[in-house]
């Protein structure tokens, strides 16, 4: 199976995207990129390169649905013309805006952002969502764990990796233990657990990362010897991502517990001393709010802090 990756432009602080053509048939991308015309014209210009134009493209997979990943599926589907798009039925950000709903407002204000500082978030959030074309029931099929999705010569098994968000899917080659993995595994930056609704019940919060560590334990599992990431360079050798994120992971929570009193503390407090330079910069206070809810969830799961609810928000406090 030959699997060509294909480094894509996107706006956005992380760089480029990796997007990954299987040149097998049926004819299949991993994610997209972008929305813009840098996007398409880059990405036309490199599946030509091999061999390929939009129209030849029969199936286009998404590893989730944020905005650099999936905003040209419609695009390519539409000039491909018999293209099926695939995505987990978790995923929501092909579906409709970050941010767009009420559940992610009444998110929000309980992690005790201020109403403002939402609205401000959302407006950014609005112009991103213009980076991705909104796909209708009808447009795009199901992405279900362990479902194999098969080529000339063999399969990918279809992995559901939650954490990045609730819907985020890796795709195993079992005959070489390769994995292409979206924006679980990246190996130069640590995955950011994004707030989400739970799919189950949109009106609790998403355990991010929680299920992020299980999935990361689940890649693990499967003794990778070559993992394709969302961004940045191929992965050889897994294990040695693995204990540095678990490293990563066990210091951020050290450092969010420390900064937890006895009078209690929101999710926007721990955000604001966690990350001073970021809390006021465009998509990185949204990041970084995440990031605190995330792991503030998980320390109360773990009964490490108490959380309690007043006036509509959480304040967690020490045991």
């Not at 978790?90 to 805006?97: A, N, P, V």
């Not at 950014?124 to 992405?143: M, P, R």
């Not at 693990?220 to 991502?241: K, N, V």
Request: with cysteine.
């Amino acid at each position: 199976m030959k699997i060509i990756p294909l480094s894509i432009p996107t706006p956005f602080y992380v760089g480029d995207v990796n997007v990954y053509l299987i040149k097998e048939e049926p004819l299949t991308l991993i994610d997209v990129g972008p929305k813009t015309k840098e996007a398409a014209d880059v990405l036309r210009e490199k599946l030509r390169n091999n061999g390929v134009n939009f129209a030849d493209i029969r199936r286009i997979v998404l590893t989730h649905a944020h905005e650099d990943h999936c905003g040209l599926a419609k695009q390519v589907c539409d000039e491909a013309k018999n293209a099926e798009i695939l995505v987990h039925n978790w995923e929501t950000g092909h579906l409709f805006g970050r941010l767009a709903r009420e559940e992610y407002r009444n998110l929000m204000i309980s992690a005790g952002v201020p109403e403002t500082v939402f609205r401000e978030i959302q407006e950014i959030y609005k112009d991103i969502s213009l980076l991705t074309d909104a796909l209708t029931d009808g447009e795009f099929s199901e992405l279900k764990d362990e479902m194999e999705l098969e080529f000339t010569s063999g399969t990918l098994k279809v992995l559901h990796t939650p954490g990045h968000t609730p819907g985020s899917c890796s795709f195993l080659r079992e005959a070489n233990r390769t994995i292409i993995a979206g924006d679980c595994v990246l190996k130069r930056i640590t995955p950011n657990p994004i707030i989400s609704p739970d799919p189950i019940d949109p009106h609790r919060r998403f355990k991010s990362l929680a299920e992020y560590l299980v999935s990361l334990a689940r890649l693990r599992s499967f003794a990778p010897t070559l993992c394709y990431g969302g961004h940045g360079e191929p992965i050889t050798d897994f294990e040695e991502i693995f204990n540095r994120y678990i490293r990563a992971i066990d210091d951020r929570q050290k450092r969010v517990i420390d900064l937890v009193s006895k009078e209690g503390v929101t999710a926007f407090d721990v955000a604001n001393k966690l990350f001073p330079n970021a809390i006021d910069k465009d998509v990185h206070r949204f990041l970084a709010i995440s990031e605190a809810v995330a792991h503030l969830d998980y320390a109360e799961t773990e009964g490490k802090i108490a959380v309690e609810i007043k006036d509509g928000m959480e304040f967690y406090r020490t045991l």
